[in-house]
């Protein structure tokens, strides 16, 4: 096995945004995401454990009806989250 850099899990959230596409003749307006990501890997052939960021871009663009479905769900996580938080 190799040696690794002790990071394990999900890259790291930098940044993001989010703004509208307007519509045009040809489609409906959609939400345009933007998120950069931090991703910390070791030089697998360094001997001295030099670690290097990776920094990388995700665009996702969501449709009304997507967005909506999405925004729902979340709202429902919220409310089961606040009931439990309640209870104690």
């Known amino acids: ?8 899990g999900p890259p790291r959230l930098v940044d993001f945004s989010c703004r509208i596409q307007e519509p045009d003749n040809d489609s409906s307006a959609a939400c ?4 950069e990501l931090e991703n910390k890997e ?23 009806a997507t967005l909506s479905t999405l925004l729902d769900g979340l709202g429902r996580i919220r409310a089961q989250l ?3 938080a309640n209870k104690k």
């Open 42 to 64: 070791a030089l697998s052939n360094s001997s001295n454990g030099i670690q290097t960021m990776e920094t990388f871009k995700i665009d996702l663009e969501m449709q009304p």
């Open 32 to 35: 345009l995401l933007t998120f």
């Open 1 to 8: 096995m190799s040696q690794s850099s002790g990071h394990v």
């Open 82 to 84: 606040s009931s439990v």
